[in-house]
T-cell receptor, first 114, second 113 residues
Framework: DTGVSQDPRHKITKRGQNVTFRCDPI?????LYWYRQTLGQGPEFLTY????????KSRLLSDRFSAERPKGSFSTLEIQRTEQGDSAMYLC????????????FGPGTRLTVT | RKEVEQDPGPFNVPEGATVAFNCTYS??????FFWYRQDCRKEPKLLMS???SGNEDGRFTAQLNRASQYISLLIRDSKLSDSATYLC??????????????FGSGTRLQVQP
């Protein structure tokens, strides 16, 4: 399978704990995006990378959230001191080139904060 | 006001029916437009791009009206497998450097036998 992969697929954590998610984009895709989706809503943009550079961050990305893409390949999204409001599906997407908006999404990581 | 607005539905239609969804966007400078499809508990997948001249892909026709800032999707001869949520997507102009997709909340379609 050469699509976008995400790990884990599901995560249940207690409020206050830290969690980290991983995304592996389609190989050779230089752009990687993180979105968050809650029930009944469309995905909301969090941040994106071009290679290893983080080029844009949404105001949704509070200081408890951090994302990295250290070698321009896989990316991690960490949420510190989780809150119940962080419960959502976290989607990763990738795209190729600088002019394309066509993004391919991974299956997502469903986070439940209890 | 949301950047992209859609009727959440659900639209319940019989097999073989024609159904149309509309979507409005608030930023007149928006550059590119898409329809994505999302099945229950799955990731969004690109259905088609939307052009001012209108474009068709099999039973699906998309149209953009820049003057009125709305986008439409028409599905002819609905199949059971068309049941899904259809997400309207807009983007910012390329020269802003912003590459994020802005999604509507989606319109749910349920095709019934």
């Amino acid at each position: 399978d050469t699509g976008v992969s995400q790990d884990p697929r599901h995560k249940i954590t207690k409020r206050g704990q830290n969690v980290t998610f991983r995304c592996d984009p389609i190989s050779e895709h230089n752009r990687l995006y993180w979105y968050r989706q809650t029930l009944g809503q469309g995905p909301e943009f969090l941040t994106y990378f071009q290679n290893e550079a983080q080029l844009e961050k949404s105001r949704l990305l509070s200081d408890r959230f951090s994302a990295e893409r250290p070698k321009g390949s896989f990316s991690t999204l960490e949420i510190q001191r989780t809150e119940q409001g962080d419960s959502a599906m976290y989607l990763c997407a990738s795209s190729f080139g600088t002019d394309s908006y066509e993004q391919y999404f991974g299956p997502g990581t469903r986070l439940t904060v209890t | 006001r949301k950047e992209v607005e859609q009727d959440p539905g659900p639209f319940n239609v019989p097999e073989g029916a024609t159904v149309a969804f509309n979507c409005t966007y608030s930023n007149s400078a928006s550059q590119s437009f898409f329809w994505y499809r999302q099945d229950c508990r799955k990731e969004p997948k690109l259905l088609m791009s939307v052009y001012s001249s209108g474009n068709e892909d099999g039973r699906f026709t998309a149209q953009l009206n820049r003057a009125s800032q709305y986008i439409s999707l028409l599905i002819r001869d609905s199949k059971l497998s068309d049941s899904a949520t259809y997400l309207c997507v807009v983007t910012q102009p390329m020269d802003t450097g912003r590459r994020a997709l802005t999604f509507g909340s989606g319109t749910r379609l349920q095709v019934q036998p």
